[in-house]
């Protein structure tokens, strides 16, 4: 199969739904680049090979990465209690501390709630705030006793590299990974904006416009979990190929074990939905050994794909917010060549007791309120803190169909979107007590 992929990123950036797309792919056996659209909005310039975008979450599998580069140092065992080595960390459930490992920040089973933090002055937003912060948050669920995506997680991993080095987060992120790669067009410390060609995101506002969001950045207490890291396509690839290829970049040097590189890309647990997403170590992977990770931001979405057998990997970065309007023409055909694909939920026949279900679930971040009108379950997903200015704006109302054992298929005005909603954990009367959607998990409270 053939994609000409520059055509598909000139058509769809051309066609005004994303405002700018880099794309990066190392077929096996040479590099391809596409660019398109523009790089910033108000000022109407092009993206191009050498602009950097953020990557969002992706960040993590590098975070990951500077902390197995402590277990191959020998200064940390993933099966360590973090508390051993942040003796100074609180939590909201003071119980909880002593169960988490190493190994949980890493892989979202830690449970700490505590998703993002709210925006403060910029001279307060330094990574021990995100620490300190963690004296007022609960536990979503029990260490080790579910998986939810968790942000704090991967920042009480970095901070851990911090202390354990005697370094910044962000000096060892540039002088342990982009440094000895020769990722040249690479940035986490965003006083070095300058030195690069940038892009400004856009994102869509109540009215299904898209505008230049005035918060560029997250919050940037939490830059381990995502908020500051902008690279170009080219070299998050290359990234990329150093970890399939055990850890060896593709220059020779080497920044990790062939050990840890391997163990990184290991099934470790799995969501409750995305059902299909299994969790490695930093990675996520698909069926057919297929590892990723996605990001996003304010008008940021990004993704990092890479197929170990057979040494492929691409990267998507855009600037907006509509990123699904490549998988189609783009990100599908890809992963089909790889042998891995979407799994899609089929609904099914089935009749449901919606009283197991109504109610609502919540985490610091979102409620879902689940309603049964006429006979159809439908959920309401309200955002609790404003994260993106236009998050306030909306509060979409997901249709739920029938998709497997309490699982359930969502649709958005006729749109059946890529993630289900999940319950579990029913009580005596066979409430559900626990719903999963986002790669989070959510609580009954009412």
């Known amino acids: 199969m053939s994609i000409d992929f520059a055509a598909v990123v000139a058509d769809i950036t051309g066609s005004g739904e994303v405002t700018g797309a880099s794309f990066a792919y190392w077929d096996g056996n040479r590099s391809i680049e596409a660019v398109g659209g523009r790089r910033n909005s108000v000022t109407g310039d092009p993206v191009t090979v050498d602009t950097l975008m953020h990557i969002g979450s992706i960040t993590k599998v590098l975070n990951a990465t500077l902390f197995m580069q402590l277990v191959d140092d020998g200064l940390v065992d993933l099966d360590d209690p973090v508390a051993r080595h942040l003796p100074e960390l609180r939590l909201g459930d003071p119980g909880a501390l002593a169960g988490i490992t190493?190994?949980?920040?890493?892989?979202?089973?830690?449970?700490?709630?505590?998703?993002?933090?709210?925006?403060?002055?910029?001279?307060?937003?330094?990574?021990?705030?995100?620490i300190r912060d963690c004296v007022d948050m609960p536990q979503i669920h029990a260490p080790g006793d579910g998986t939810a995506y968790s942000n704090i997680g991967t920042v009480i991993a970095g901070y851990i590299a911090q202390k354990l080095r005697g370094e910044g987060w962000?000096?060892?992120?540039?002088?342990?990974?982009?440094?000895?790669?020769?990722?040249?067009?690479?940035?986490v410390d965003i006083t070095e904006l300058p030195r690069f060609r940038v892009s400004v995101g856009d994102q869509v506002d109540d009215q299904g416009r898209l505008v230049q969001s005035a918060r560029p950045f997250l919050p940037l207490s939490f830059a381990p979990a995502g908020a500051t890291t902008m690279m170009t396509a080219a070299d998050l690839v290359t990234f990329a190929r150093a970890l399939i290829n055990g850890g060896v970049g593709v220059n020779g040097v080497r920044i990790l074990s062939e050990a840890s590189a391997a163990l990184m890309a290991r099934e470790t647990t799995r969501f409750v939905s995305p059902h299909t997403w299994r969790v490695g170590l930093g990675w996520m992977m698909l069926s057919g050994g297929v590892l990723f990770h996605g990001g996003g931001g304010p008008g940021v979405s990004s993704v990092l794909y890479a197929h170990p057998e057979s040494g492929r990997a691409f990267a998507l970065l855009t600037n907006c917010s509509k990123l699904g309007i490549f998988d189609a023409k783009l990100v599908e055909p890809l992963l089909k060549t790889w042998g891995a694909g979407v799994e899609a939920l089929v609904p099914v026949e089935r009749s449901i007791d919606p009283a197991a279900y109504e109610g609502s679930f919540e985490n610091q971040i979102y409620r879902f309120d689940v309603r049964c009108e006429e006979g159809r379950l439908s959920a309401r997903m309200i955002t609790k803190q404003d994260i993106y200015e236009t998050d306030s704006a909306r509060a979409p109302v997901f249709q739920l169909t029938p998709a497997g054992d309490h699982l359930f298929q969502m649709s958005l005005n006729g749109t059946v979107l890529p993630f289900p909603l999940a319950f579990v954990n029913p009580d005596a009367t066979g409430k559900m007590q626990r719903m999963g959607a986002l790669a989070r998990i959510f609580n009954r409270v009412a």
Do not use: V
């Open 102 to 130: 190493c190994r949980m920040l890493l892989n979202h089973t830690n449970g700490i709630d505590y998703d993002c933090p709210a925006y403060r002055d910029f001279d307060e937003q330094h990574i021990e705030a995100a």
């Open 170 to 187: 962000y000096r060892l992120i540039k002088s342990r990974i982009l440094d000895p790669l020769e990722l040249r067009h690479s940035l």
